[in-house]
């Protein structure tokens, strides 16, 4: 059993930066390949970046490639999300979750879900 929990979320003008941390309970954390997804309101939830268990792969969104960086520290049990150059169509609900296979960007595959942390930005 993992429980997820998201923080860092807020408003931001369009151009600044956020990190979003996810905090992990649980021993087996260093043991799943981790993912954050956003959506917003209407819309289906989407892949945005996922990374290894031992932090060895990522893999990312097109619409977040050169711009968002996903990380882990184990030792942490926590998993970040660096957002940097906003866009005002990255403004929604952002989860992180936890997969016991490997790095995937299908939302099912994921065993274990966040609350989700909200980010605006403005333009």
């Not at 711009?67 to 992180?96: G, H, W």
């Amino acid at each position: 059993q993992v429980q997820l929990v998201e923080s860092g979320g807020g408003l931001v003008q369009a151009g600044g930066s956020l990190r979003l941390s996810c905090a992990a309970s649980g021993r087996t954390f260093s043991t799943y390949a981790m993912g954050w997804f956003r959506q917003d309101p209407g819309k289906k939830r989407e892949f945005v970046a996922t990374i290894s268990w031992n932090g060895g792969s990522t893999y990312y969104a097109n619409s977040v490639k050169g711009r968002f960086t996903i990380s882990r520290d184990n030792a942490k049990n926590t998993v970040y999300l660096q957002m940097n150059s906003l866009k005002p169509e990255d403004t929604a609900v952002y989860y992180c979750a936890a997969d016991p296979g490997a790095v995937n960007i299908n939302p099912p595959s994921y065993h274990y879900w966040g609350q989700g942390t909200q980010v605006t930005v403005s333009s």
